[in-house]
């Protein structure tokens, strides 16, 4: 018997001039990056809340909070890995991941193959097991509006 589990994440960031833009473990060349106490990356913090909500094991400010030095800027990179190590010490894997990232600017089509590649190698998966997709607002809201990003993450994981 296989035993499955579905986890969702959403996370959002507000934008600002002249900080480093992180997403999906790139860097994007933009001027502008994610207010936030670690390096910011929206996407990965979204998969991280995804498979630890799969397993009923909380969310990431539980886990990596927002008010210690420790996590003052770290690689979200390091989040993802620690996240997912907890969803193998339950004895579960990603079976596969999907995550939308709302955006205005700037357009990141050409950064998704190695997002994927990037999620992938820290996930342990390969890289048809992660989807990234993009999206606008149509200028609507706060990401029209271009004063931040926000992201969507499912995953499936299972145990066999």
Same mark, same amino acid.
Request: charged share 20%.
């Given at each position: 018997?296989?035993?499955?589990?579905?986890?969702?994440?959403?996370?959002?960031?507000?934008?600002?001039?002249?900080?480093?833009?992180?997403?999906?473990?790139?860097?994007?060349?933009?001027?502008?990056?994610?207010?936030?106490?670690?390096?910011?990356?929206?996407?990965?913090?979204?998969?991280?809340? @995804? !498979?630890?909500?799969? /397993? $009923?094991?909380?969310?990431?400010?539980?886990?990596?909070?927002?008010? *210690?030095? &420790?996590? =003052? +800027?770290?690689?979200?990179?390091?989040?993802?890995?620690?996240?997912?190590?907890?969803?193998?010490?339950?004895?579960?894997?990603?079976?596969?991941?999907?995550?939308?990232?709302?955006?205005?600017?700037?357009?990141?089509?050409?950064?998704?193959?190695?997002?994927?590649? @990037? !999620?992938?190698?820290? /996930? $342990?998966?390969?890289?048809?097991?992660?989807?990234?997709?993009?999206? *606008?607002? &149509?200028? =609507? +809201?706060?990401?029209?509006?271009?004063?931040?990003?926000?992201?969507?993450?499912?995953?499936?994981?299972?145990?066999?």
């Amino acid at each position: 018997m296989t035993d499955f589990r579905i986890g969702n994440g959403y996370d959002v960031h507000l934008l600002a001039d002249g900080l480093p833009f992180h997403l999906g473990g790139v860097l994007i060349d933009y001027n502008r990056g994610c207010v936030a106490h670690s390096d910011g990356d929206v996407l990965i913090h979204a998969l991280c809340d @995804a !498979l630890l909500g799969s /397993l $009923s094991l909380g969310d990431i400010g539980r886990h990596f909070p927002d008010n *210690t030095e &420790e996590f =003052a +800027g770290i690689d979200s990179r390091v989040l993802l890995d620690r996240s997912y190590k907890m969803v193998i010490d339950k004895g579960f894997h990603l079976v596969n991941a999907d995550c939308t990232v709302l955006l205005q600017k700037p357009k990141i089509a050409g950064y998704i193959p190695d997002m994927r590649k @990037a !999620l992938a190698s820290v /996930l $342990s998966v390969q890289p048809d097991r992660v989807s990234v997709k993009a999206t *606008t607002t &149509e200028g =609507a +809201g706060f990401v029209g509006r271009e004063e931040g990003i926000a992201a969507y993450a499912t995953v499936l994981v299972g145990r066999v």
